[in-house]
């Protein structure tokens, strides 16, 4: 009898996936866990297995060289369905099991199996055990099974959180260098004005140039003084649009930048965070006001950032909206003329 999905198949299989287990070698914690499940049952078999889509694999196993069997002859696809122990006395006289080939020809009698949980809701495997003699586990017997399970489990989400870690990590390094080519970049920005600038003072200083000379000089001076001021402003820009987004956004999320030329020129900013209530928004430009996320998550800051950015950016004849949902994110969207 085939067993029937659990009630989230297409999520169990995503966070089975997420775990990156499938067709891995073997590993000494997930042999001890198959090795220990069949000491303390007393069965001459025992498993860590994984429930794929189509297929069952094993990732440790004591007394079979089996690698991998139908779903649809698993036992183990039964047990997923739930979070509890699914135990076997006698295969022969279970309906589920009495016609299936394992019975028969391999001659499996008993089964007993405890799921392994991610997420503290997705049963993707199971350690279980396997007899060829009709039998009763003891309660002792069910929770060490129980416990090693858990124990699966726990391994698994150590394997997932390291390789999260080691993205989060390869990131961090990826905007490090992105930092520092952003800094190269805006000391040239801002040197460039400045040197400028000093270099036309000291002329002006050293020198007694006619006054229409000197006329040139202060205007160049000045063009540069407002190319300094409007490199200032954007960088205030992007700081408080960039730390908003940062603050609000849990480290899985995603925050993207992105402009277009087409008409007005637009700057996008757009993170996946907890989002704002929309009886907030009309408030979100108002000087000191704070969002009810900001209290609740204590973030830093006297609630000044966008009130600041709105007053650059109508400063240079623009415009500034933000477009939120709660749970969802938020958008900023800059317009600047051309």
């Known amino acids: 009898m085939r067993a029937p999905l659990p009630p989230d198949e297409p999520g169990r299989l ?51 060289e089996l690698e ?48 392994v949980v991610l997420d503290g809701t997705y049963s993707v495997g199971t350690v279980c055990v396997v007899d060829r003699e009709p039998r ?16 699966a489990s726990v391994q698994l989400e150590l394997r997932r959180y390291a390789r999260h870690a080691g993205e989060i990590a390869d990131q961090m390094r990826q905007v490090d260098r992105m930092k520092d080519s952003f800094l190269a970049t805006v000391s040239h920005e801002l040197r460039t004005p400045l040197s400028t600038i000093r270099g036309y003072l000291e002329m002006l200083l050293e020198d007694d140039f006619d006054a229409e000379t000197s006329r040139r000089f202060l ?12 490199l200032i402003d954007e960088l205030l820009l992007l700081n408080h649009l960039l730390v908003n987004a940062i603050k609000f956004t849990q480290p899985d999320g995603e925050i993207t930048v992105d402009s277009t030329a087409e008409g007005e020129p637009e700057l996008l900013i757009t993170d996946t965070g907890v989002g704002i209530a929309a009886e907030e928004l009309p408030h979100v430009f108002d000087r000191f006001y704070r969002c009810t996320a900001a209290e609740v998550m204590a973030a830093q800051g006297p609630g000044l950032g966008l009130a600041i950015v709105k007053s650059i950016v109508e400063a240079h004849h623009g415009s500034v909206h933000v ?16």
Not at 136 to 151: E, N
Not at 219 to 230: E, G, T, Y
Not at 328 to 338: A, I, M
């Open 136 to 151: 009763v586990l003891t309660s002792p017997q069910r929770r060490a099974l129980r416990s090693l399970a858990r124990h």
């Open 219 to 230: 205007s160049v001076m000045s063009r540069n003084s407002d190319r300094l001021l409007r």
């Open 68 to 115: 991998a069997m139908p779903r649809d002859l698993s036992f183990c696809a039964h047990t997923i369905t739930s979070h509890e122990l699914l135990e076997v006395p006698d295969a022969q006289e279970d309906g589920r099991f009495a016609d299936n080939p394992g019975v028969g020809p391999l001659g499996i009698r008993f089964y007993a199996g405890a799921p």
């Open 14 to 64: 995503a966070a089975l996936y997420d775990a990156h287990v499938l067709d891995t070698g073997p590993e000494e914690d997930f042999d001890d866990i198959a090795l220990l499940a069949s000491q303390i049952c007393g069965t001459p078999v025992g498993l860590v297995s994984l429930v794929d889509r189509d297929r069952q694999w094993l990732k440790a196993k004591v007394g079979t």
């Open 323 to 338: 477009q939120s949902e709660p749970g969802e994110g938020t958008t900023v969207r800059l317009t600047l003329p051309r």
